[in-house]
């Protein structure tokens, strides 16, 4: 399963890198406008991510609503690195921008995928990935897990080529279950990630075994 970072930050991108934890990374709106950048710095700050990660993609999400202007502001984002993955929210005019996009061979991501029948249109239209948001179906109390296995299964069932991005991770439990399900990838904050490190049993294993060694060989 490939590990991708949900950031904009350079410097957590370059923590994830070190730690060999870097698949790839996906942006957002939000996440853009967390960085102390301004609105003339967006295009140069995403080229900026592309050159930290070795290989990957790197989802840039448009904000266009309208086909024509998702076109337009696609076919920028998407001239400034090989890298980049057009993110397109799942509505009917994205539906049509992933289909341009596709006759076109350009990778796209279709995002705030909420539902198997969303994922099955993303899908046909020639998505190269689909985000559904586990955590925030968690929020208003359906399993989002349960969403993720019967994207899977359709996927499987059509031998559909869309990858499964699985977004809003929110815990590590989250992403166990993904890898149990067998998708694609996840994304998810580095700190996250980085849980999946940690046991008390270890921290404990190890103190053990540092003061018994103390006290032979001190």
Do not use: W
């Amino acid at each position: 399963m490939k590990f991708f970072i949900d950031t904009a930050n350079l410097e957590e991108l370059k923590k994830a890198k070190k730690l060999g934890l870097l698949d790839g990374v996906t942006t957002n709106p939000s996440l853009i406008a967390k960085e102390s950048i301004q609105k003339n710095q967006i295009y140069e700050h995403y080229i900026s991510i592309c050159n930290i990660i070795n290989k990957g993609d790197v989802s840039a999400e448009i904000i266009s609503t309208n086909y024509k202007d998702m076109i337009e502001e696609g076919k920028k984002i998407a001239s400034l690195n090989p890298k980049i993955v057009i993110k397109i929210p799942i509505t009917k005019d994205g539906l049509q921008a992933i289909q341009y996009f596709y006759k076109k061979k350009i990778k796209t991501n279709c995002t705030l995928i909420f539902s198997s029948t969303q994922a099955i249109l993303a899908a046909k239209s020639g998505s190269t990935y689909v985000s559904p948001f586990i955590g925030r179906l968690d929020d208003i109390k359906y399993n989002g897990l349960n969403l993720i296995k019967e994207i899977k299964l359709i996927f499987d069932n059509y031998h559909f080529n869309t990858k499964i991005l699985a977004a809003s991770i929110r815990n590590s439990l989250h992403i166990i279950e993904c890898s149990k399900i067998g998708i694609y990838a996840i994304t998810t904050p580095l700190k996250i990630l980085c849980s999946l490190l940690y046991h008390p049993l270890t921290n404990l294993g190890l103190d053990i075994f540092l003061k018994d060694y103390k006290k032979k060989f001190n």
